[in-house]
């Protein structure tokens, strides 16, 4: 059965697979002490999943197996959307569609061919959002070993994939051991971290740029606005700078920006700022980028801008000093732009803005 399974899956498609018992994840407790210590931030819905996550009979009563999928996103397998960025820095992941939605999708495609194979047993997909802990069950399937960046790493394919995960009542027999733990001394990541979020394989979301970035719905502490330098939208370098990204990846991933061309990002920073948040979601609908609001995109935009000291961006910053949110961040964004600044010219403020 075993055998029918992986054949259905490759029929669809997915060649990165591999099998796991369900039961309470390896790292379960780590998990709880995780959230006790608060690292979480603001993400609350990581302490309700607690209790599936610990427990997958919840979500589906009598599931005995999932089926693991490690999708590669370099390159992106969807990278056509309505409107990429010239050169804002964002994460190698978000330069496409939303993998929640298209992802989702191909799993459960695969659930209806194996329910067509099956149909006396239960399928159910998860991607990302679902209560389940995605890196243990696809370390316990054999996709790769957990990283002191706390990615999940596949000696063969690096980090650079997304999880995803197919829950049955079906008994299916894991058989690909787990990945030894290939990172031995090295402590490239830690590092490299602007932020000093990493303990070996602990991360303080807090204190990461993805989550300051993409989940908070706070104003980034300012003790951390400079580290967060160039990135509007998520953070690789912990990942980027992994020897075992390098390997495979070789000249596709970057630490610093590529050369960037300062008006295209004056440009697509401009871009953010001077539209309402009405038309930013209805620009990247259809991209990762649909994951923070307008307001958010404007909070990060405003960081780099003071970061990358974009002087040509200084009255756009300023027309947001009234707003409630943004007011002491523009404060200090102008303090910043006028402690850097070498030259100024203006960009008008439009009245798109909300
Ligand atoms: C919340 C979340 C975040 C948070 C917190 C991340 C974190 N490291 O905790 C933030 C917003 C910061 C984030 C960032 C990113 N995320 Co995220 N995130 C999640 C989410 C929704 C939950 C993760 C979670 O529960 N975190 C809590 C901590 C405690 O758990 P954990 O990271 O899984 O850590 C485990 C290990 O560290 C392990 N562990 C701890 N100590 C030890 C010790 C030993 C010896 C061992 C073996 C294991 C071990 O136990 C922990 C619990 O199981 C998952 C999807 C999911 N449903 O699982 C995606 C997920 C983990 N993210 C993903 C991605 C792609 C990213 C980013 C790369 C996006 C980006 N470029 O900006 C970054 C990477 C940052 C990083 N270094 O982790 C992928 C990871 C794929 C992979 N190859 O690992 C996932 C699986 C989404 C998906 N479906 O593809 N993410
Ligand atoms: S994603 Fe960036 S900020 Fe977050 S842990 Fe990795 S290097 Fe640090
Ligand atoms: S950079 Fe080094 S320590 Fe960090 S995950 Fe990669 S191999 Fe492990």
């Given at each position: ?289 649909s994951r923070a609001s307008g307001n958010k995109l404007k909070r990060n ?54």
């Open positions: 059965m075993d055998h029918e399974i992986s054949e259905i899956l490759k029929q669809q498609g997915i060649e990165r697979f591999g099998f796991a018992e369900l039961n309470r994840p390896l790292t379960m407790d780590f998990y709880l002490s995780w959230l006790a210590d608060s690292k979480h931030g603001e993400m609350s819905y990581l302490q309700t999943h607690a209790e599936k996550k610990s427990n997958p009979q919840l979500l589906l009563p009598k599931a005995n197996s999932a089926i693991v999928v490690a999708l590669s996103y370099l390159p992106h397998p969807e990278p056509h959307v309505s409107k990429s960025f010239k050169a804002a820095r964002t994460a190698l992941y978000s330069r496409g569609k939303d993998y929640h939605h298209w992802m989702q999708a191909r799993l459960n495609e695969v659930c209806g061919a194996l329910k067509l194979k099956y149909p006396k047993y239960e399928f159910l997909s998860f991607v990302d959002s679902g209560p389940v802990l995605e890196r243990d069950l696809a370390r316990r399937a054999g996709l790769g070993w957990i990283g002191k960046n706390t990615c999940l790493i596949h000696p063969k394919q690096g980090s650079l994939f997304f999880i995803g995960e197919i829950y049955t009542n079906l008994s299916l027999k894991n058989d690909q051991p787990m990945v030894t733990d290939h990172c031995g001394t090295c402590q490239k990541c830690i590092e490299i971290c602007p932020t000093g979020a990493l303990a070996e394989r602990s991360l303080d979301a807090r204190k990461c740029i993805s989550y300051l970035t993409i989940e908070s719905k706070s104003v980034p502490p300012r003790e951390l606005r400079g580290q967060i330098g160039d990135w509007l939208f998520g953070c690789d370098l912990c990942q980027t700078v992994c020897p075992w990204n390098i390997k495979f990846f070789k000249k596709e991933i970057y630490l610093e920006s590529q050369e960037l061309n300062r008006a295209d990002l004056v440009s697509d920073l401009n871009f953010i700022l001077s539209s309402s948040n009405k038309m930013l979601a209805k620009t990247f609908k259809d991209s990762s980028l935009a405003i960081i780099v801008i003071a970061n990358k000291k974009l002087i040509e961006l200084k009255e756009m910053v300023t027309s947001y000093q009234e707003h409630k949110y943004f007011s002491e961040l523009c404060l200090w964004a102008i303090k910043e732009l006028n402690d850097g600044a070498v030259n100024s010219h203006c960009v008008r403020p439009s009245n798109l803005r909300e």
